[in-house]
Nanobody, 117 residues
Framework: QVQVVESGGGLVHPGGSLRLSCATSGSVFHIYDMNWYRQTPGKQRELVAGIRREGDTNYADAAKGRFTISRDNAKNTVYLEMINLKPEDSAVYYC???????????WGQGTLVTVQG
């Protein structure tokens, strides 16, 4: 079973920054497409940003210009750098690892981000 572990969440003031990290177990991180999702109570989980195994990225409109996703295959880790955070960014952020073309997807337990003054 692949383990996916997020870290880096916390409480930050509006305008502040955070960097989330997500590490996976095993030795095949380089083949995963990696994604960050977020979810608030009563709402569906939404895609924030993704980075494919080839390195190309995509972002939700709300994340463009403020969030940057990157990966370090040597460390089995994907990052989400978030700047200029807003209260509406408050959510549990989940990391997802998937193998394209298969049903294999792995989720972490989530890390809480709270943006408030």
């Amino acid at each position: 079973q692949v383990q996916v572990v997020e870290s880096g969440g916390g409480l930050v003031h509006p305008g502040g920054s955070l960097r989330l990290s997500c590490a996976t177990s095993g030795s095949v991180f380089h083949i995963y497409d990696m994604n960050w999702y977020r979810q608030t109570p009563g709402k569906q989980r939404e895609l924030v940003a993704g980075i494919r195994r080839e390195g190309d990225t995509n972002y939700a409109d709300a994340a463009k210009g403020r969030f940057t996703i990157s990966r370090d295959n040597a460390k089995n880790t994907v990052y989400l750098e978030m700047i200029n955070l807003k209260p509406e960014d408050s959510a549990v952020y989940y990391c997802n690892a998937g193998i394209r073309g298969t049903e294999f997807q792995y989720w972490g337990q989530g890390t809480l981000v709270t943006v408030q003054g």
